[in-house]
């Protein structure tokens, strides 16, 4: 997906794997048009550079981890999507579960919460 130049209109599935490709590429103005300022706060991202140095974690945290959206919900104007990241750690395969919870505002959604559900 081209982040410089999101549609007007996203699904939820569409808004998370792009929320992922924004962490990916580093890319603050997508990851802003995603996002609440809400999941901001609860990351600590207050900033271009907030942004920059999460993202480097980030990267060096996720080498080689693969997302697959699994489920997804829509109850009026909220969204709950489901992914699933799988990675090496050494030799172990580690799977998790993460849920993003999405809110509607004016037609466009946005990532609001971050949840990894108990094992």
């Given at each position: 997906m081209n982040?410089?130049?999101?549609?007007a209109s996203l699904e939820p599935a569409q808004v998370?794997?792009?929320y992922d490709q924004a962490w990916r590429e580093g890319h603050y103005p997508a990851f802003l048009a995603l996002t609440t300022?809400?999941?901001w706060d609860s990351l600590g991202v207050?900033?271009?550079?907030?942004?920059a140095d999460a993202t480097a974690d980030y990267l060096e945290a996720s080498e080689g981890l693969t997302m697959a959206v699994t489920?997804?919900?829509?109850?009026?104007d909220r969204a709950t999507v489901e992914i699933t990241e799988t990675s090496l750690?050494?030799?172990d395969?580690?799977?998790?579960k993460v849920l993003h919870q999405l809110r509607l505002f004016d037609g466009w959604w946005e990532v609001d919460a971050i949840q990894i559900p108990d094992a």
């Amino acid at each position: 997906m081209n982040l410089d130049d999101l549609p007007a209109s996203l699904e939820p599935a569409q808004v998370v794997e792009a929320y992922d490709q924004a962490w990916r590429e580093g890319h603050y103005p997508a990851f802003l048009a995603l996002t609440t300022p809400r999941l901001w706060d609860s990351l600590g991202v207050h900033s271009r550079d907030d942004f920059a140095d999460a993202t480097a974690d980030y990267l060096e945290a996720s080498e080689g981890l693969t997302m697959a959206v699994t489920a997804v919900d829509v109850d009026g104007d909220r969204a709950t999507v489901e992914i699933t990241e799988t990675s090496l750690d050494g030799s172990d395969h580690v799977v998790e579960k993460v849920l993003h919870q999405l809110r509607l505002f004016d037609g466009w959604w946005e990532v609001d919460a971050i949840q990894i559900p108990d094992a």
